[in-house]
């Protein structure tokens, strides 16, 4: 288990409450731009993710923005690391906002051929640790009045594709979750925002994937003009919560103009 940094930037607990957020998967990719982009906008961020040195770095890139960045090291699927996490944010006052962007993918196999234990690591990560998080911080969302719940998924999680059906169960997962959670927490004035992302080029997302082979990886975007980048998917999630509370974007489903759908991508010369 990684253990938590829990000591907060005394400098935290002057920012508004109302603008403060946990986000999961801090420490690159979608994530990562989505702490920053909320940090450089005036909010409190408990950066949450498995690699402290990644999060300090992080803190660092975040340093002269209006806003702050507290690093929690911890694994979200660890039911011990989410809870001392939880302490800590409620320690440094709370927050009223979770993005809960940890997720991934791994292989590229046919559901005959599949691995279970990569089966068990996509729904470890993408099921049970948004789960566990979720869990952990609903009474104090809740108790904010005006909570808000913003889960990454994946078009992945809406239409099925070849050789990723691992992947493609554990968002269909989380895309059932986050649509039965929206009906269970409206009586408690919790928005919860769904956003479905599809051609996304991450460096970590592919390249771990296709178990580090980077020529692989390449392929996946090869010939596409412009596909997603983190940075666009951040600024999608910012608006999202920031957003006033009444308005609920319940379902964004975002893809680059060059993949008009799951199936068709359009590539150049090259490809």
Same mark, same amino acid.
């Given at each position: 288990?990684?253990?938590?940094?829990?000591?907060?930037?005394?400098?935290?607990?002057?920012?508004?409450?109302?603008?403060?957020?946990?986000?999961?998967?801090?420490?690159?990719?979608?994530?990562?731009?989505?702490?920053?982009?909320?940090?450089?906008?005036?909010?409190?961020?408990?950066?949450?993710?498995?690699?402290?040195?990644?999060?300090?770095?992080?803190?660092?890139?975040?340093?002269?923005?209006?806003?702050?960045?507290?690093?929690?090291?911890?694994?979200?699927?660890?039911?011990?690391?989410?809870?001392?996490?939880?302490?800590?944010?409620?320690?440094?006052?709370?927050?009223?906002?979770?993005?809960?962007?940890?997720?991934?993918?791994?292989?590229?196999?046919?559901?005959?051929?599949?691995?279970?234990?990569?089966?068990?690591?996509?729904?470890?990560?993408?099921?049970?640790?948004?789960?566990? +998080?979720?869990?952990?911080?609903?009474?104090?969302?809740?108790?904010?009045?005006?909570?808000?719940?913003?889960?990454?998924?994946?078009?992945?999680?809406? +239409?099925?594709?070849?050789?990723?059906?691992?992947?493609?169960?554990?968002?269909?997962?989380? #895309?059932?979750?986050?649509?039965?959670?929206?009906?269970?927490?409206?009586?408690?004035?919790?928005? +919860?925002?769904?956003?479905?992302?599809?051609?996304? #080029?991450?460096?970590?997302?592919?390249?771990?994937?296709?178990?580090?082979?980077?020529?692989?990886?390449?392929?996946?975007?090869?010939?596409?003009?412009?596909?997603?980048?983190?940075?666009?998917?951040?600024?999608?999630?910012?608006?999202?919560?920031?957003?006033?509370? #009444?308005?609920?974007?319940?379902?964004?489903?975002?893809?680059?103009?060059?993949?008009?759908?799951?199936?068709?991508?359009?590539?150049?010369?090259?490809?």
């Amino acid at each position: 288990m990684t253990e938590p940094i829990t000591d907060a930037p005394a400098a935290s607990i002057s920012i508004d409450r109302s603008r403060s957020a946990i986000v999961t998967g801090a420490s690159s990719g979608i994530g990562r731009a989505t702490a920053l982009q909320l940090a450089e906008n005036g909010w409190r961020v408990f950066a949450v993710a498995r690699r402290a040195d990644r999060l300090e770095s992080l803190v660092e890139e975040a340093a002269g923005y209006d806003g702050v960045v507290v690093p929690l090291a911890a694994d979200v699927t660890d039911a011990t690391a989410v809870e001392s996490v939880r302490e800590a944010v409620e320690r440094a006052g709370g927050a009223d906002t979770l993005l809960n962007i940890a997720g991934g993918a791994l292989g590229t196999d046919t559901v005959g051929a599949g691995s279970v234990d990569d089966w068990e690591w996509m729904f470890q990560v993408n099921v049970i640790g948004t789960l566990r +998080v979720t869990q952990a911080f609903l009474p104090m969302l809740r108790d904010s009045g005006k909570g808000t719940i913003l889960n990454l998924t994946s078009t992945a999680g809406v +239409v099925a594709y070849e050789g990723g059906g691992g992947y493609n169960a554990a968002k269909h997962g989380a #895309h059932g979750l986050t649509g039965a959670l929206r009906l269970e927490e409206a009586e408690h004035n919790i928005r +919860v925002v769904e956003v479905l992302p599809g051609m996304v #080029h991450t460096e970590e997302f592919s390249v771990k994937r296709l178990r580090g082979n980077q020529e692989a990886a390449d392929n996946v975007y090869a010939g596409v003009e412009k596909p997603l980048t983190a940075e666009d998917v951040a600024d999608v999630c910012f608006y999202a919560v920031s957003l006033p509370h #009444h308005v609920n974007l319940d379902q964004i489903v975002m893809r680059p103009v060059a993949q008009a759908a799951q199936h068709k991508v359009i590539r150049g010369a090259g490809a």
